[in-house]
């Protein structure tokens, strides 16, 4: 999966410095390239924006999905215990009365 992100960031890294080339060596006033310029840096703030909500987002529900198979494990193991607890009980204290 590492190596899956690594080349997507690489692609992405490739195609913002691609695009700041192009803006800068594009035949356009100085002004237009300013503002090109700005708005590049927006879309890449927006992006990279967007990539972290995904990836938090990822996170959560990966975090919630193995909580709940932590939390259903634990309680049938405790559920074991005290079955097998009680039963040692009624074994014990059955033929003592």
């Given at each position: ?7 997507f ?6 195609g ?82």
């Amino acid at each position: 999966m590492s190596d899956n992100r690594d080349i997507f960031f690489t692609f992405i890294l490739g195609g913002l410095i691609g695009a700041v080339f192009g803006i800068l060596y594009a035949p356009k006033s100085g002004k237009e390239t300013r503002r090109n310029i700005k708005n590049l840096g927006e879309e890449i703030v927006n992006t990279i924006s967007e990539l972290n909500e995904d990836v938090v987002g990822s996170n959560r529900k990966i975090f919630e999905e193995r909580k709940e198979e932590v939390l259903e494990e634990n309680k049938n193991k405790i559920d074991k215990v005290f079955e097998t607890g009680k039963q040692v009980f009624v074994e014990k204290y059955s033929g003592k009365n």
